[in-house]
């Protein structure tokens, strides 16, 4: 166990509907990172909070937003869904803004149908 | 961010040591090198990382040569549960928010 906890565990929605993932760092961990992994893409970093603020964007879809809040839990946004947002969500954290050693949650499961 | 090169898979036997190699050419003087563990439907796990030479913890050693252009994960006495995939990441501490996993090396461990 991580530590990182992550909601739902599974999300089943369809195409056009809008759904928040949550995500709750260690205790102690100020950075919260969303990754996105599926099968033809592999992982892929999303966006990236340190204490509340955006610190790092990666390869993240407009029509996705996530935010820190100040009881360091995130929240991950996804609207307007397409078939192709099929994908495991993990959510990550670190004590440091600036750190390779993450601490990655169990992953919410998201089926577009 | 340092590209990497892993094999894509590699199989071995319970109770013997297994060493993946990650190739990274154009590290620069900041890189780190990282490496994670994932099991399917879970989230990596942190094993390792390390600057230079050898790093040793519980789970893993992390060998790397003096021109810093390769690193060695080794594991000692794999069990079947060590199956899983292996990502070797290299870079500095400041892009860790941007990290690329690639596509990591498949270790199969057969009985």
């Known amino acids: 166990d991580s530590g990182v906890t992550q909601t739902p565990k599974h999300l089943i929605t369809a195409t056009g509907q809008r759904v928040t993932l949550r995500c709750s760092p260690r205790?102690?961990?100020?950075?919260v990172y969303w990754y996105q992994q599926s099968l033809d893409q592999g992982l892929q970093f999303l966006i990236q909070?340190?204490?509340?603020?955006?610190?790092a964007k990666g390869n993240i879809l407009e029509r996705f937003s996530a935010q820190q809040f100040p009881d360091l839990h995130s929240e991950l946004n996804l609207s307007s869904l397409e078939l192709g947002d099929s994908a495991l969500y993990f959510c990550?954290?670190?004590?440091?803004?600036?750190?390779?050693?993450?601490?990655f949650g169990p992953g919410t499961r998201l089926t577009v149908t | 961010l340092a590209k990497t090169t892993q094999p894509i898979s590699m199989d071995s036997y319970e109770g013997q040591e297994v060493n993946i190699t990650c190739s990274h050419n154009n590290i620069a003087t900041n890189d780190y090198i990282t490496w994670y563990q994932q099991f399917p439907s879970q989230g990596p796990r942190f094993i390792i990382q390390?600057?230079?030479t050898k790093v040793t913890n519980e789970v893993a050693s992390l060998f790397i040569p003096a021109d810093r252009k390769s690193s060695t994960l080794s594991l000692p006495r794999v069990s079947l549960s060590d199956t899983a995939v292996y990502y070797c990441?290299?870079?500095?501490?400041?892009?860790?928010?941007?990290?690329?996993f690639g596509d990591g090396t498949t270790l199969t461990v057969k009985p």
């Open positions: 390390g600057y230079k």
């Open positions: 990550a954290s670190s004590v440091s803004a600036y750190s390779y050693e993450q601490y």
């Open positions: 205790s102690g961990d100020l950075s």
């Open positions: 909070y340190y204490n509340g603020e955006e610190r």
């Open positions: 990441l290299v870079g500095v501490n400041t892009n860790a928010g941007k990290s690329t």
